[in-house]
């Protein structure tokens, strides 16, 4: 900005170098009355004349206020504009965000913009989910603003913040911040805003996981004991890890785990896994079942009867799943 200010203000003092030597140079005056008189000449205080003026100096005066008046209007104009652009830039971008907040609809509110903020703010991103996020201090965007995504600065644990987010239409919310009571709040907050909100929740004391839980948290992850559960799965179970890598890395490897929800329509309900058709049609494997009222079926049997809001859990190659997607949604 420093930078920008000098180029603004440098005709200024073109102008002002001019006729300072100017009247110098046709009067003879000491350089500080020919700066005083360029001075209220340009700014047109109307103070008089330092010392009696030659027809030379008049006519150079002439020219002086005629051509410097209009031009440091402007310069002056640019200089305060190197002020004030910053704050108007700030109010657009401000009333930008809340325009996109307020039609934004289904998304996700991440609280904390830490490491496992940042790791599941760019995850959703990737899958193309709508993504909010709130956390208390200002940080660099980045690659948030890139992918229009909003930052909210201020405490997650306030209703009124978590109002602004669009909690009322939000489909879920994590809450990483690394204080285990501020979690607890902005669970108790949020599950007080909205009651159906899917509500995931960071925790590493062992007492706090109940609190959450309490206070309204549907998921708590220590994700600590997942990275120590990991290590330990490569040690004892290396072969499945690499599968359940292989599945992670999409694209990669060709192979998915995805879930799938049959809504009213769906032409699987009704139908039982042997006759569906899904694993000769589409190589598709189902290795568990959430039925509606949260009861989990893992490897269900060839006559299980698919209803109304089952979430099947599948795995097969990434374009088999789709074509699945298309065909059953």
Known sequence: ????????????????????????????????????????????????????????????????????????????????????????????????????????????????FGRIGRDVTFNLIKAGKSVVVIDRQAFQKGDLDTNHVPVLVGDASHEEILIRAGIDRAQGLVSAVTSEAENVFITLTARGVNPNLFIIARFEEPATKQKLLRAGADKVINPYQIGSDKISHIILKPTISKILDFAQKRGQFQIDIEELELKEKSRLIGKTIRNCGIRDQHNIIIIAIEKSEGEIITNPGPDYVFQEYDRLVMIANSAELKSVFQAYK
């Open 1 to 112: 900005m420093l930078i920008q200010l000098l180029k603004a203000a440098l005709p200024l003092f073109i102008i002002i170098f001019a006729g300072t030597f100017g009247y110098y140079l046709i009067e003879g005056w000491p350089l500080f009355d020919s700066l005083y008189m360029t001075v209220i000449s340009l700014t047109t205080v109307g103070y008089g004349e330092t010392h009696p003026l030659s027809p030379a100096g008049k006519i150079f005066t002439i020219v002086l206020i005629l051509t410097g008046i209009g031009s440091v209007a402007y310069i002056i104009g640019n200089i305060s504009l190197q002020f004030i652009h910053p704050f108007f830039e700030f109010v657009m971008k401000e009333k930008k965000m809340e325009s996109a907040l307020k039609k934004m609809n289904n998304h996700f509110i991440i609280c904390g």
